[in-house]
């Protein structure tokens, strides 16, 4: 009896132990789901030459001001640290494979794809090739990151994982910025999944800015066998539409009489945000506008000079060779994975001098050849250079130098000049990434473009210019660049949108350019689905008929109330999915009165779809923490109706969107503005975690104070930093 007793003593006792921890837990998570950074009062010692003010708007942008540059940094590290530091931590995990060591065995085979990038040693050389200035800045700005992660509550994500983020390093910055170039290149992966023929473009909408409004292609002259195969061969592809817009205008061509500039990059679609918007003013240094959360600087926006947009080049970026049967000379790398909860991997990699190895999935290994390995330097000092330079002609001198992922950079200044510059590393590989060399070609070198060679339109007061990933050269250039150029619909749609304005005796202004950004209209797909239609049965009842009957009557536009929008895209997905299916024989197709494309395609489509409801509900995104997929949905930003897709301006599908949208005016900064989906911190207990929401919905531009009246006026919250 008495061990009985003591016994349920004994489990009681465990039982309120249990339930201690799990209350313990439980209000450690609610107390992190209030926690935010400090916005006012003053933080003091701090390893600083003097005081710094962080003056914060109503949407919780940091406007810094600092009476040293080193200073500067050290301020911006600061307010990343406190509003985004488990992003910051996450994204240096993913690139450095390192994910399973917090997040358990089932991220491990995420940390093996990553680590067959060697980022770790490719971010060494980055570093030791950097000059002592740029070193100090990555410096200032770690020294302020790690400022605050002690002086700042933990955030949720940290404590919901029972862990704590180790130091950040100046190298960090450089890892976290590789997850941008690796996101932006033509990787092995898209070589081996190329089809052969895979078109450059498509010539019936080309729209290339070298060639001026008027070398847009007109669609009309494209007979309805030439449209049919080119729509048909740019909707197949199974690579989802990637991409960015931007678009500008000189002074002569704009109601204001000053340049205007345009930039919406399309990217991973979460929360927080790819972006974090600051403004930094230090003696010598002025710029604002966006960053890659945990890079210094400003990698998009302004200067007191000049504005600058990018969209990605869409080019060549590497080279793949299979491997020979005697490996060039290099060495086999055991690479050590941690993982929580589970047991540690150790695999092994391929290092050459040159090239670096890739076990592909049927088991044969590649050999890639990069750039960005074989001759690693950080794009850190080409943007620093951007953010400082005083006039066009002094970023084109950065962009010289710029060693990334090709980017279509457009750029505009304050004496209403715009111009337009293809920069980045291309190998002037005559394949061009259209499939792998053979292992006997890694003996040739074919060097790389040079800059010159590269397209580019100079600066102009009446230049007008756009570019949307797109094939961006005319006919008559003398190189390919790309095995595919992303399909050139938005790029098409950009370039009538501003002949349109320009023919109806209107020049542009800020408004006009905020209506584009919200366009939903698209050409391409609404051809897709009349060709579709007009290729159908001939006897068609049900699921068929209303399918059909949708896609005749759809006006083109993807939006909300829209139920032509939904039956289009289902259609163009059913396309996709029968990619490498069979098709239904020519006899067949001849007496459904179809084609074997489209026959196929309008049989799924309307057997998947039996109930057509508006795109605002087909079509409807939520914004995803990256803490979604296991379980901490609590997490999660806003839910957006249905309201465009991939191949319009108005980019927007699960998971990938327009990640800002920026309309600069150059000598009058305080006009147009920047804004992104979701809100400035990824805090959950903060005031800006999704405020921002409804003003992008509605396409409201917010404004991005500049000068000090402005910056004064606007401020609602002072953090003082001090020695």
């Known amino acids: 009896m008495l061990l009985l007793r003591r016994t349920a003593f004994t489990l009681a006792a465990l039982l309120g132990i249990l339930l201690l921890t799990v209350a313990l837990y439980a209000g450690n998570i609610l107390l992190g789901m209030h926690a935010h950074a400090r916005y006012t009062g003053e933080v003091t010692g701090l390893a600083l030459k003097a005081p710094v003010r962080i003056m914060r708007d109503a949407r919780g942008v940091p406007h810094i001001v600092a009476a040293h540059q080193s200073d500067l940094f050290f301020a911006q590290g600061y307010v990343e640290g406190e509003d985004r530091r488990f992003q910051l931590d996450l994204i240096r995990r993913f690139v450095l494979g390192k994910l399973a060591a917090v997040l358990g065995p089932s991220l491990l085979p995420v940390d093996e794809r990553s680590r067959a990038i060697p980022v770790a040693a490719i971010v060494a050389r980055q570093w030791r090739a950097l000059s002592p200035r740029e070193r100090l800045l990555l410096q200032r700005f770690a020294d302020g990151v ?166 990605n080049g869409t080019t060549a970026g590497l080279e793949v060779f299979d491997a020979p049967a005697t490996l060039p000379p290099g060495h086999w790398v055991p690479e050590r994975i941690r993982v929580r909860f589970g047991k540690s991997a150790t695999v092994r990699y391929w290092r050459g001098a040159r090239e670096f190895g890739v076990q592909m999935p049927a088991g044969n290994l590649i050999l ?13 000092p080409a943007f620093d250079a951007l953010d400082r330079a005083p006039s066009i002609a002094a970023a084109l001198q950065a962009l010289r130098k710029y060693p990334g992922p090709t980017q279509n950079f457009v750029l505009a200044d304050t004496h209403g000049n715009a111009a337009y510059q293809l920069a980045g590393v291309i190998p002037a590989d005559p394949l061009w990434g259209r499939r792998f060399h053979s292992g006997a070609a890694l003996e040739k070198h074919y060097g790389l473009v040079p800059f010159a060679m590269l397209p580019h339109v100079a600066p102009s007061r009446t230049a007008v210019l756009w570019t949307a990933n797109n094939k961006m050269y005319a006919p ?248």
């Open 146 to 311: 790690n400022a605050a992660t002690a002086r700042t509550p933990l955030p949720v994500e940290f404590r919901l994982l029972m862990t704590a983020p180790p130091k950040w390093t100046p190298q960090d910055s450089l890892a976290v910025g590789m997850a941008t170039v690796i996101e932006l290149t033509d990787t092995w992966n898209d070589i081996a999944a190329r089809a052969p023929h895979a078109p450059l473009s498509d010539p019936c909408y080309d729209a290339p800015v070298t060639a001026g409004l008027a070398g847009i292609a007109d669609p009309h002259r494209c007979t309805a066998v030439a449209l049919r195969k080119t729509l048909i061969a740019e909707f197949r592809d199974p690579k989802a539409a990637l991409g960015s817009n931007e678009w500008a205008a000189g002074a002569a061509e704009t109601r204001s009489g000053r340049a205007l500039l345009e930039n919406d990059p399309h990217l991973r679609l979460g929360i927080p945000g790819v972006w974090y918007l600051v403004d930094l003013r230090a003696p010598g240094f002025h710029a604002a506008g966006a960053t890659l959360a945990g890079t210094p600087g400003v990698i998009l926006g302004h200067n007191a000079a000049i504005a600058w947009g990018a969209t």
């Open 476 to 723: 008559g250039y003398p190189l390919r660049l790309s095995a595919q150029f992303a399909p050139p619909y938005r790029a098409y749609r950009i370039a009538t949108l501003l002949r349109a304005r320009l023919r109806a005796g209107k020049k542009f202004s800020i408004a006009y350019f905020a209506r584009m950004e919200m366009d939903v209209y698209s050409p391409a797909e609404l051809a897709f689905a009349r060709i579709a239609a007009h290729h159908a049965w001939r006897r068609n009842v049900g699921a068929e008929a209303r399918l059909l009957a949708a896609l005749r009557s759809w006006n083109g536009e993807v939006a909300p109330d829209s139920r032509g929008a939904t039956a289009a895209v289902t259609l163009r997905r059913a396309l996709v999915q029968l990619t490498g299916q069979p098709f239904m024989t020519e006899a067949m197709s001849e007496r459904l009165g179809a084609t074997p494309e489209l026959g196929n395609a309008l049989h799924l489509a309307a057997r998947e779809r039996g109930k057509l409801v508006p795109w605002s509900v087909a079509g409807a995104v939520t914004v995803r923490h990256p803490l979604a997929a296991l379980g901490a949905r609590f997490l999660d930003g806003s839910r957006f109706a249905g309201d465009g897709d991939g191949f319009v301006i108005h980019v927007q599908r699960q998971g990938f969107s327009q990640s800002f949208r920026a309309i600069w005016e150059p000598g009058d900064w305080n006009r147009g503005g920047i804004t992104i989906p979701q809100g400035e911190s990824g805090e959950p207990g903060s005031p800006w975690y999704t405020d921002e929401s409804g003003a992008w919905v509605a396409g409201k531009l917010l404004p991005m104070p500049w000068s000090r009246a402005a910056v004064r006026a606007a401020t609602r919250f002072t953090l003082t930093l001090a020695p």
């Open 368 to 380: 890639v050849r990069w750039p960005a390995y074989d001759r690693p330097a950080s794009p850190l």
